[in-house]
T-cell receptor, first 113, second 113 residues
């Protein structure tokens, strides 16, 4: 069974530029999560999708971050414009409701200069 | 406010000995707890979990203990192996499953041969 796929793996941008990350969850998983992990911290949930609907985006900085999951499968997370403090690893995870764990992708390491 | 706390940033043990990683939480609504292991440049992988109705769960070399009155859980690894060297994250959920996970900052375990 293929795991959660993410791309790109690394991205370096200047502040005020835009960036997008892509995630393809495990086949059949209805729930998809985006996390931000700043160096030295644990992952922090940004947004949770159930199929193509948003379940929780309470910690998403909506003035600059957006995410979509149009067909209920893969998802994109966008930052526009980026700030220095957005430097982090962005993790995507997926599972099905009632399953006892989330499965994480390898993450995208973003560096904002 | 940090709802899940891992107060030891690092731990070093000898191969074959016991590793004990600790985690404290403050939110009484948490009722499901998980441990994830993370290697460099990879996403977190699920290790073991425990529901608040139990005080112990065992899976091979890994055992998680939960003390609800103290709001404390610990992960025991016996015997420790060099391949166990990784960052271990404690996570908690208020919903009886693995949604809405709140992570600690992690403990870096080094197992010396």
């Amino acid at each position: 069974e293929a795991g959660v796929a993410q791309s790109p793996r690394y991205k370096i941008i200047e502040k005020r530029q835009s960036v997008a990350f892509w995630c393809n969850p495990i086949s059949g998983h209805a729930t998809l999560y985006w996390y931000q992990q700043i160096l030295g911290q644990g992952p922090k949930l940004l947004i949770q999708f159930q199929n193509n609907g948003v379940v929780d985006d309470s910690q998403l900085p909506k003035d600059r971050f957006s995410a979509e999951r149009l067909k209920g499968v893969d998802s994109t997370l966008k930052i526009q414009p980026a700030k220095l403090e957005d430097s982090a690893v962005y993790l995507c995870a997926s599972n099905n409701k009632g399953v006892d764990t989330q499965y994480f992708g390898p993450g995208t390491r973003l560096t904002v200069l | 406010d940090q709802q899940v706390k891992q107060n030891s940033p690092s731990l070093s043990v000898q191969e074959g000995r016991i590793s004990i990683l600790n985690c404290d939480y403050t939110n009484s609504m948490f009722d499901y707890f998980l441990w994830y292991k993370k290697y460099p440049a990879e996403g977190p992988t699920f290790l073991i979990s425990i529901s608040s109705i139990k005080d112990k769960n065992e899976d091979g070399r890994f055992t998680v203990f939960l003390n609800k009155s103290a709001k404390h859980l610990s992960l025991h690894i016996v015997p420790s192996q060099p391949g166990d060297s990784a960052v271990y994250f404690c996570a908690a959920s208020p919903q009886g499953g693995s949604e809405k996970l709140v992570f600690g900052k992690g403990t870096k375990l080094t197992v010396n041969p």
